[in-house]
């Protein structure tokens, strides 16, 4: 049945269309849901943001999305989160900025009778009923594969990650890592963490490019730090010698696939995390919970350009990711 509604929300990304019917009853009550997200920014988050509103449209929920400037400002998700929680919200869909420091807002919110599902990166509270997104030490394992599978003789590795308080970027980090030592031929060089914001991570990236001439393999964590790294392969024209392997799909990371700047992309769900996430909170809020799944893994898939032109590809680099005014 899971495989079945994730192949359905899949679809429904593919046709950028809305889905039809929904599958369980809804309802005449229409319950609150707030969307509590690292950013409102990127165009990952605006796919997210497609997905829960076309499940708020299906599911007959009042939807509310908030989200930080920054996705290091955990203190204005905490207050966010209290927000919500004074304006009715009766369950939290929530993306946690950092995973120990999120924790007690999510208690209060949960001590008050809110339910929670988490999605894209996790939170340190057992209040969470399920928790929707990518697998992502799984898909660090992916992004340290791809750079192994298309780079032949040794490699010196750069790893370009956000804040180091964030669960899913850790995890990615552990997964590349682990990967990259079972491998025999792979040194990780140097590890910076900076912001998730595209030119702060350009300006790091290049120094860091700088102070290691030798990496010849660069993996960046997320869109903004892929944009970033991406732009400062370019400045420093290193496109011949660094192999760029990025997360998410942006205009300028998909061009970058084009034009040779970024050599690989692992690319998420982002649409799905939306769209299950606020399914998730509705079953929860209207005594279907009892079936939902600890854990949902939402569908990830490499992209480089011998690919990037299937329809498979094109359905994961442009997805649906326009919200509705």
């Known amino acids: 049945m899971k495989q079945n509604k994730l192949a359905a929300v899949c679809a429904a990304l593919a046709l950028t269309c809305l889905c039809g019917c929904a599958s369980e009853p809804v309802t005449s009550t229409q319950h609150s849901v707030a ?6 920014e990127t165009e990952f988050w605006l796919s997210v943001f497609a997905g829960a509103e076309a499940a708020a449209t299906e599911y007959n929920v009042k939807l509310s999305i908030l989200g930080p400037e920054t996705e290091e400002d955990y203190e204005t998700q905490n207050q966010m989160v209290a927000q919500a929680v004074q304006e009715g ?5 929530f993306s946690a900025i950092d995973y120990e ?3 007690a807002a999510i208690d209060a919110a949960s001590s008050k009778g809110v339910k929670i599902v988490a999605i894209d990166s996790n939170v340190d509270s057992e209040a969470v009923s399920t928790y929707i997104g990518t697998d992502n030490y799984a898909a660090g394992q992916m992004a340290a594969q791809a750079a192994l599978d298309r780079v032949e003789g040794e490699l010196k590795v750069g790893i370009v990650n956000y804040d180091i308080s964030s669960a899913n970027g850790q995890e ?6 682990d990967t990259f030592t079972a491998s025999g031929r792979a040194e990780v060089t140097a590890v910076i963490n900076t912001l998730a914001e595209a030119r702060q991570a350009c300006d790091d990236t290049a120094a860091m490019l700088r102070d290691h001439p030798e990496i010849n393999v660069l993996l960046a964590f997320n869109e903004p730090t892929s944009v970033g790294a991406a732009d400062a392969v370019e400045m420093l024209d290193a496109a011949d010698r660094i192999f760029l392997v990025g997360f998410d799909s942006n205009v300028v990371t998909v061009d970058g696939l084009q034009e040779g700047s970024v050599d690989a992309l692992i690319v998420q769900n982002p649409y799905a995390m939306g769209y299950l996430g606020v399914e998730s909170a509705y079953k929860l809020l209207s005594g279907q919970g009892s079936g939902l799944d600890r854990t949902v893994d939402t569908s990830t898939q490499i992209v480089d350009r011998n690919n990037m032109f299937t329809m498979d590809s094109q359905k994961a680099l442009f997805a649906f990711e326009q919200r509705e005014n």
């Open 35 to 40: 969307l509590v997200a690292k950013s409102t």
């Open 89 to 93: 919200a009766e369950a939290l869909v």
């Open 101 to 103: 420091n999120n924790a």
């Open 172 to 177: 990615r980090e552990w997964g590349a890592v």
